[in-house]
């Protein structure tokens, strides 16, 4: 039976021919973590024999790189991450939004994270709870035009349109 290629299996292949290819971009660091991955798990970084007490069947486990880059090395860390993550969960539904902002605006929502986040879901906040956190919705006017942020409008409605 045949197994899936690994990460390791393509860097024994192409590896060599990829890192004379690219020589001129790659760092001792990117060379060093590709050639760690080709080694995990083989004679290269030694190992030990393994035994069944019950049936004496022998096995050799070959000891690991442990690079933090490293998928097989990894894995068992990747999997705690997101059981850990699973378990922040709220049970229901979750939504990916993603924010596209005008170029402008970059500067000032580095500087203003708190004010921008909350100029864009407040309309979120009186639509679904019932209850905003900005009670009133001419300070939140006053403080916008303080800032004089182009392109948002509607402020007040229960919709933000962004041009």
Not at 15 to 27: D, K, P, Q, V
Request: aromatic residues 8%; charged residues 25%.
């Amino acid at each position: 039976m045949s197994r899936h290629p690994e990460v390791a299996d393509l860097i024994r292949t192409a590896g060599t021919a990829f890192l004379e290819r690219n020589r001129h971009w790659l760092s001792w660091k990117h060379v060093k973590v590709l050639r760690a991955i080709a080694r995990c798990r083989t004679a290269a970084l030694g190992g030990h024999l393994d035994e069944c007490t019950r049936c004496g069947y022998r096995a050799i486990s070959y000891n690991s790189c442990r690079n933090r880059h490293c998928p097989k090395c990894q894995t068992a860390a990747r999997e705690r991450w997101i059981a850990a993550r699973r378990r922040e969960l709220l049970p229901t539904r979750y939504v990916h939004v993603v924010f596209t902002l005008p170029r402008e605006l970059a500067p000032l929502a580095l500087q203003n994270k708190k004010f921008i986040y909350d100029l864009l879901f407040a309309p979120v906040r009186r639509r679904f709870w019932k209850s905003p956190t900005i009670q009133n919705t001419s300070a939140l006017r006053s403080a916008s035009s303080a800032f004089s942020i182009p392109g948002i409008r509607n402020l007040d409605s229960t919709r933000m349109s962004i041009a």
